[in-house]
């Protein structure tokens, strides 16, 4: 059993980078809906720059490209985790507060939890933050 162990241990950072990656660009297109209309979501039609879902936006499309590229991963993750934990509380919680397949909030709690394991892990075999590590 230590054997098996040992052989999948060796995929654990590139694993890591692949849930950084794609937790990323799927995060990524929710500011893009926001702010750019791509995909295109109704209900964020006409939307304001200096409104929540405008800075919310912001966080969302500079944030996940930074998350998607690996760089600052531990802070902008950090930061990002926050957010998101922000955004369940209050969006979701008030509909159902336990019950995030009820109230809408399972996106929300799981960003936030990705990204905290993120912060707390790093970026895995594929951040920029090791290329940018090696050089100091």
Not at 31 to 42: M, N, Q, R, V
Request: net charge neutral; charged share 10%.
């Amino acid at each position: 059993m230590t054997n098996t162990n040992h052989d999948l241990n060796r995929f654990q950072p590139i694993l890591l980078s692949v849930l950084r990656i794609t937790s990323a660009y799927m995060f990524m297109l929710h500011g893009t809906a926001k702010l750019f209309e791509l995909p295109h979501i109704g209900m964020f039609d006409g939307l304001q720059l200096v409104s929540i879902y405008g800075l919310a936006g912001i966080l969302e499309v500079f944030g996940g490209i930074l998350l998607l590229l690996g760089l600052f991963t531990r802070p902008v993750a950090f930061v990002l985790s926050g957010m998101m934990a922000v955004a369940y509380f209050m969006a979701h919680a008030a509909q159902a507060p336990v019950l995030p397949l009820i109230n809408g909030g399972e996106p929300a709690a799981l960003f936030c939890f990705i990204f905290l394991y993120i912060a707390a892990a790093g970026g895995g075999a594929w951040a920029l933050d090791n290329k940018l590590g090696k050089k100091a």
